[in-house]
């Protein structure tokens, strides 16, 4: 499928007759792409840190009568 960006009055150059604004350049759809994978990324290493915080700062208490039946 032919998807034009612009289309000049000359062969190479001149005018432009037409401008497609819905154009988004591949480069850019990359460097968005490999930005949200980073949020990701550290969005996951975040929750871990939190889980990880969170289970230490858990205390269960000894039981006194934990030895009885040993």
């Known amino acids: ?3 034009p960006i ?3 009055r000359g062969s190479f150059g001149g005018q432009t007759l037409y401008v497609n604004e819905d154009f988004v350049n ?3 759809e990359r460097a968005l ?3 949200e ?3 990701k990324y550290i969005r996951r290493k975040g929750a871990q840190r939190k ?3 969170r289970d230490e700062e ?3 208490p000894t039981d ?3 030895d009885v039946f040993r």
């Open 1 to 3: 499928m032919l998807n």
């Open 6 to 8: 612009r289309i000049f």
């Open 26 to 28: 591949p480069n850019v």
């Open 33 to 35: 792409k490999k930005k």
């Open 37 to 39: 994978e980073g949020e």
């Open 51 to 53: 889980r990880k915080k």
């Open 58 to 60: 858990i205390v269960v």
């Open 64 to 66: 006194p009568l934990d």
